[in-house]
């Protein structure tokens, strides 16, 4: 059965660093999402991405979050400078059509990303 | 403020038992899910729907827009049905955003 692949499972990293976690959607889905979770709360939208370019992003995605599909396969969230507060499980989601329409969301099994 | 109740938050449940989690909101929405959270973290889709029933073997979600509150049972459950159970919407009008709910922790013991 088809599913959403992501990498690193988990990635320990110095405040202050760059972190990309990497995903590979289902291959027939068109729209892409990142969402991530901190220990204890719900989950939160941070974006979703279509025909190449982000359709919707949330107040968390500011300019420290950058998101793109540099080989058609693979969907990255980078993360610039890593806070404290970045520390969180961060999923990725693909769907045939809009999650908000008649889209079923298909997760991977998340990053768990901690900074120290 | 766009957001989604769930009840009970935490529900403990002997195995065979029927259950239900309710799930209400407050605005318009195009689209409401239903997800699972595994222990381990991961998250799978078990409904996603805008009016009506659906089943899904031991599973029925339904949903009444008009009163905007939609509910999960669960028959014959099993403790393998132990998860987190989490309500989402779509907000009408096209968005993306998928809104989530804190989730109900179910426990089905033997």
């Known amino acids: 059965e088809p599913e959403v692949t992501q990498t690193p499972s988990h990635q320990v990293t110095q405040m202050g660093q760059e972190v990309i976690l990497r995903c590979v959607p289902i291959s027939n889905h068109l729209y892409f999402y990142w969402y991530r979770q901190i220990l204890g709360q719900k989950v939160e939208f941070l974006v979703s991405f279509y025909n190449n370019e982000i359709s919707e992003k949330s107040e968390i995605f500011d300019d420290q979050f950058s998101v793109e599909r540099p080989d058609g396969s693979n969907f990255t969230l980078k993360i610039r400078s890593t806070k404290l507060e970045d520390s969180a499980m961060y999923f990725c989601a693909s769907s045939v059509s809009l999650a908000g329409r008649t889209g079923e969301l298909f997760f991977g099994e998340g990053s768990r990303l901690t900074v120290l | 403020k766009n957001e989604v109740e769930q009840s009970p938050q935490n529900l403990t449940a002997q195995e065979g038992e029927f259950i239900t989690i309710n799930c209400s909101y407050s605005v318009g929405i195009s689209a409401l899910h239903w997800l699972q959270q595994h222990p381990g973290g991961g998250i799978v889709s078990l409904f996603m729907?805008?009016?009506g029933k659906k089943k899904h073997g031991r599973l029925i979600a339904t949903i009444n827009i008009q009163e905007k509150h939609s509910s999960l049972h669960i028959t014959a459950s099993h403790p393998r049905d132990s998860a987190v159970y989490i309500c989402a919407f779509a907000l009408s009008g096209g968005y993306q955003k998928v809104t989530f709910g804190i989730g109900t922790k179910l426990q089905v013991i033997p």
């Open positions: 729907l805008s009016s």
